[in-house]
């Protein structure tokens, strides 16, 4: 099985900058896409930033404040949150779509969330 644990997530002030980091372990083949998604209470899952292969995405309201990277070696993914705005407050999730052998296909896998809230 496949377990993936965020951190870092907590309380800032609009501006303030937070880092969540999220690591996967378990049988794990290969890891195709990461990434990072955020939901409201009663709204869908909005994916927030992705990486694969060295490509980024981005959704348009955090472009050019939120940067994702990733450590293949030890299978982590980051989100760095800079210039933080009340409106980037939700549960964040971590995302990994991982094979967990050569013959086998690619799953989703969630994190359990973790929770940022941006006020004064």
């Known amino acids: 099985q496949v377990q993936l644990v965020e951190s870092g997530g907590g309380l800032v002030q609009p501006g303030g900058s937070l880092r969540l980091s999220c690591a996967v372990s378990?049988?794990?083949?290969?890891?195709?896409?990461m990434g990072w998604y955020r939901q409201a209470p009663g709204k869908e899952r909005d994916m927030v930033a992705t990486?694969?292969?060295?490509?980024?995405n981005y959704v348009d309201s955090v472009q050019g404040r939120f940067t994702i990277s990733r450590d293949n070696a030890k299978n982590t993914v980051s989100l760095q949150m800079n210039s933080l705005k009340p409106e980037d407050t939700d549960v964040y999730y971590c995302?990994?779509?991982?094979?967990?052998?050569?013959?086998?296909?690619?799953?989703?896998?969630w994190g359990q969330g973790t929770q940022v809230t941006v006020s004064s």
């Open positions: 990486i694969s292969s060295g490509r980024t």
């Open positions: 378990g049988k794990i083949f290969s890891i195709h896409t």
């Open positions: 995302n990994a779509i991982v094979s967990d052998s050569s013959d086998s296909p690619h799953y989703r896998y």
